[in-house]
């Protein structure tokens, strides 16, 4: 089964301490993994694309295909990091495709 | 460009009713993706179109339909409303190979009493 889990509901950490969103997917092919943000009062947004290894804003996130995870990671968390984080997966539907989304993390920053 | 564009923002409808939801592409974009976010969860998959033809659609039943018109733009239409159809849909495009990004709308919020 075609599965993201997002343990945890709320994420709550100072600012400056370090950040861990957790992510672990089921998918039988090759995954390609996607971590999106909602901001207060903003549109869902994608934040960063495992295929692209790159770091937007701070945050990384490493495919680990033996765990079967993608966590969300930053060093020293900002006040505006504070949003909905949620993981998503990529699958062909017919010739189509369809993301699949975890339930989402809070992430809550406080000075 | 004012990039996924939605509405209504918000509805009220009563059971048994029908309701449909409209959506605009960012221009240039080809395929719209429609997803159901009922409240503390993710977005979940209910249709993907590519040129005017439906390319998949997932776990819902046939009282959700939807279209794309030549213009791109798209609609969401739901039958027999339930009161569990009470959610945000929220419309994107893009979602293509290789890079799959789809570009949300702000959504429209469907209360069914």
């Known amino acids: 089964a075609q599965r993201v889990t997002q343990p945890e509901k709320l994420l709550s950490v100072f600012k400056g301490a370090p950040v861990e969103l957790k992510c672990n997917y089921s998918?039988?092919?090759?995954?390609?993994l996607f971590w999106y943000v909602q901001y207060s009062r903003q549109r869902l947004q994608l934040l960063l694309r495992h295929i692209s290894r790159e770091s937007i804003k701070g945050f990384t996130a490493d495919l680990n295909k033996g765990e079967t995870s993608f966590h969300l990671k930053k060093p020293f968390a900002q006040e505006e990091d504070s949003a909905m984080y949620y993981c998503?997966?990529?699958?062909?539907?017919?010739?189509?495709?369809?993301?699949?989304f975890g339930k989402g993390t809070t992430l809550s920053v406080s000075s | 460009d004012a990039g996924v564009t939605q509405s209504p923002t918000h509805l009220i409808k009563t059971r048994g009713q029908q309701v449909t939801l409209r959506c605009s592409p960012i221009?240039?974009?080809?395929?719209v993706s429609w997803y159901q976010q009922v409240l503390g969860q993710g977005p979940q998959f209910i249709f993907q179109y590519y040129e005017k033809e439906e390319r998949g659609r997932g776990n819902f039943p046939d009282r959700f339909s939807a279209r794309q018109f030549p213009n791109y733009s798209s609609e969401l239409n739901v039958n027999a409303l339930l009161l569990g159809d009470s959610a945000l849909y929220l419309c994107?495009?893009?979602?293509?190979?290789?890079?799959?990004?789809?570009?949300f709308g702000e959504g429209s919020r469907l209360t069914v009493l």
């Open positions: 994107a495009s893009g979602g293509l190979l290789p890079t799959g990004e789809l570009f």
């Open positions: 998503a997966l990529l699958t062909l539907n017919q010739a189509g495709t369809a993301l699949i």
């Open positions: 221009s240039g974009h080809k395929s």
């Open positions: 998918y039988s092919g090759s995954p390609e």
